[in-house]
């Protein structure tokens, strides 16, 4: 045999011997890989720890209210001529015997009462619009006598008092385009703004006088998901115009299948108004939009922990694991984004969280 052939014939034995090495290495790990057990997940997983704290639970939504004022007609100018001169801007608030605006420079006040202004008054008229001007007269001190619908000398005596006080001619008879009567007084109104302007002619009968409610109506446009959130009695912080917080409460909500939009309601505590004494800050005029906090979790303080800490034994009481295995029974008071109030654990407790790469600590 020649030494060539020797070589090949031992090279191709190593080469055997190191396949069946590999083959039987390939074939102990399978075994072994198949035979070994499954480590027990309760004892493999590791697990972090976290300490009771002390804090606030509480979750909330930022979103915009509408806040917007209702006009209702509530007089008709009755004077003709050129307005010269507007005497209150839109919003505010009016009481007996006000002056609303100047026709040929001549006043055109507000007063209350449930009967237009129809005819003039003077001696001798008789009638509920009478009482009503006596009525305004006794307010402003003018009159000293009873609001009986009679207009006799007292009557004619006060409304000429009264027209002095005006800078007026004392005629003692009183103009149908001289007095606006509104249902109630004092109230908030605006004035027609196209017709009630320096320079405009009017010739009686318009409706100008539009009374306001007590406070503008606010809502919250929402989508489905977010009214979901917001039950009635949901608390909500209104910031005004001022920076001053308000304070409302949803009362309800209402769906419109034409808009495909969803509209929450408002309203303050006890039914008053959500602007309190400071509705005039909303304008008169368009919608007021104000940025808001909907608070869907009120805020609960207590003991402190993440959520994903609770477990729930066989017997299903809900509790806490410790650094010693042992589980602590405890009462849930608030829950929101992740992290709960709780009570049954002492501040400072390592509570066991769920298993992590980090492992244990």
Known sequence: MTRGKRAGQVVSRVVAGVVLVMVGAAAAWAVLTVVKPAEDPLTASPFTYVGVTSGEVGSSISLNTVAEWTPVPVGE?????????????????????????FVDERPVVIAQGAVPMYRSIGEKSVGADVAQLQQMLADLGHYNGVADGDAGWGTVAAVKEWQKSLGLEATGSVDAGDIIFVPSLPTRISLDAETIVRGATLVGGESIVQGLPASPSFTIPVTDGQAAMMPTGTRVEV???????????????LSSTETQTITVNLTGTDATPICLDACAEIPVVG???????????EPVSGLVIPSAALVTSADG???????????????VLAAARGMSVVEGVDVGTSVRLPGSAGGSK
Do not use: C, M
């Open 317 to 331: 009481k809900v509790g806490v694991i410790d650094k010693a295995g042992t589980l602590h029974p405890v009462s």
């Open 239 to 253: 910031t005004s115009p001022s920076g001053t917080l308000w304070e409302a409460f949803v009362t309800d909500q």
């Open 287 to 297: 919608e007021a939009r104000l940025a808001s906090r909907i608070v869907t979790v």
């Open 77 to 101: 100018n009755r004077a003709q001529g050129v307005v010269t001169s507007v005497a209150l801007a839109a919003g505010d608030e009016v009481s007996q015997g006000a002056v609303l605006y």
